[in-house]
């Protein structure tokens, strides 16, 4: 593996200096290459549903899995869609001249070596690589064993491109060794690797961040809280909080926990058993929200845990300060919604608690890179340095400082 | 120690919420305290004074660490100096409008619970603590065995200060056990500490990185090299060579090693020989070096050696791309610098050289959070993530988005 990482990060040297021009049209070989290859990628990925079936994976876990013509045209267009962004590096971020006169450029730069553990669909492979490769970084990428065929495959299709382009092969690669023992070796490498981002289950993410010598940028759970104010538009309300669960239970930005007002919970609560019951949606309240609504009782346990899964836990508290107090204790800093008219509560709201992403009427289903504008994401950080919150090409980069004088000593 | 961060963690609520005027008054308050408190200050320093002596340190590390009235007044001064400076927290860091019409706003926010390990002199203990304060952090600081009682009279100062204004005394403190194994038990304490900024020798540096389960961004050694290329004005070549090095040959953003361009060589290397003699510093050399002036022969070791000491080696090479390649391969991502007047040598220099600073015609001593304008500094990131070179104030903080709608909700 160290001979890999050696000639991974020397790769890095590479592609930290290709002109914009060129990556875009290496990326548009990529897609095309993608194309070129669907018959061989549906034909490993064929492999890989025989075997899921075989281990008796969900059926939604197969599904996710599947790959088809369109799903493959689908991810050559994302790539071509991540070729057209603007490209990230070489960005000047701040200047300035000192007294002495030195002319100070904060650049924004590649990374270096990216390593990406994911557990997901084959076309966060693609994605992935695209965005790297657009930030001038090298990716050494790990994806869940069940795809391990179709992952090959398209990465096969990219060496192809890179190829062509007479680049070094390093660019874009699988990690060799993806047993646990070889991810466990990889995440000790800091002297090749510069960042390892960790996308998936709780217990890789805590397994990555425990054990590795390199800078981790994790991809953590949302316990995610709607806070429903006694000045509230209770229309917008309702549709935000059905949307923020129900749109997709499963994602880490979606709903888990929805606080009330209590000044508001007589005439709220029925509206929002309602509109969840024709959603579907399994209701557990707390004791004041039981004497409005007949719904399951909430446990302790119901308020710090990420569903994943249409489910909603419901709780009516005094005023803001409490709603606050709940989401500092129970939250996990991802994604926290304020629903009000009022302008102070809403500043106190956004401003006091600490979380990636805060929002005043609207849903938090909105933290994503593509609906924050990024084009694509890496996923979505749940750090507090570097990245934080949805994390796109800009976010692949780090920066240096350019200092450009005349002859300045130090005095 | 658990307890004791809790109330840490619970601290940095309060100050991640403080008014910039409010912030200002009570470092101003930290200044007087230390004023107030000199005579305690000096008295417990005197005990570290008497226990170096006594464990025979040397008398540089004395120097370092003994306090008088005016080395008290200049740390009340610091604190004041970053009391005056712009508040980091609130910055508006970008902005923008996605099309369904949320507008989004990328904030400065605090990091939260900092801690620093450090092995320096006392004072960083309050320019350290003021700031964290000023960018609205709690820090929790562990300074080096031989200052102890002096950090402690220091600590107690500003604790008077942050009660004045009844403010959480976890606002700033010392870690109490601070012992290795405290160190080793505070460094895997990810729930409640935010980042870890280890500042000291090799040591100190790789035990935290190896097993803090917190971020860490580390201030570890620099070898730094200055390029005289052929196109050189040679005066300022000498000038700068001589004070990149001798100015504070312990300094990380010091010269280690000087390359020299083979065309510039016999009418540099003389100059060079007779500027450092008169420095007292010790030249050693490659072979080519050694055809033209007569120093001590350089080792494959003293390419990687950061000396932190008035020694300097030089090699000749054969052209920039040589200058480039000696710099990846021994080079530490410091401070790097280019002496030229080609603008597109310097170009090519310090767009493809990896590294926190490049310079062009100017000396690698400037890598400093001071002479980059950034007031104070907490030290120099040799970390690609998040911050990276001098840290200031303004790397003291992360971000968050606000998101402003008016009920959308995600498709």
Known sequence: MEQFLIEAKEAARTTATLKPYFKTAVLMEFAHAIRRFSADIIEANALDLKSAKENNLSYAMIERLMLNEKRIEDMAKAVEEIAALRDPVGRILDGWVVPNGLRIEKVATPIGVVGIIYESRPNVTSDTAALCFKSGNV??????????????????????????????????????????????????????????????????????????????????????????????????AVNIAVNAKCSKPSACNALETLLVHKDVAKVLLPKIHTAFKEAGTELRGCEKTLQIIDIKEATEEDYSTEYLDNILTIKVVEDLDEA?????????????????????????????????????????????GGEFGFGAEVGISTNKLHARGPMGINELTTYKYKVYGEGQIRP
Chains 1, 2 share one sequence.
């Open 324 to 368: 606050i107090a709940h989401i500092a204790q129970y939250g996990t800093s991802h994604s926290e919604a304020i629903i009000t008219e009022n302008y102070t509560k809403a500043e106190k709201f956004m401003n006091s608690i600490d979380a990636a992403c805060l929002y005043l009427n609207a849903s938090s289903r909105f933290t994503d």
């Open 139 to 236: 990716c050494v990428l790990k994806g869940g064993k069940e795809a391990q065929n179709s992952n090959e495959a398209i990465v096969a299709a990219i060496k192809e491109a890179l190829q062509k382009f007479d680049l070094p092969l390093h660019a874009v690669s699988l990690l060799p060794d993806s047993t646990r023992e070889g991810v466990a070796k990889f995440i000790k490498m800091d002297k090749y690797v510069d960042v390892i981002v960790p996308r998936g289950g709780e217990s890789l993410i805590s397994f990555v961040t425990k054990n590795s010598a390199i800078p981790v940028i994790k991809h953590d759970k949302g316990v995610c809280h709607t806070y429903v104010d006694s000045e509230a538009d209770l229309e917008k």
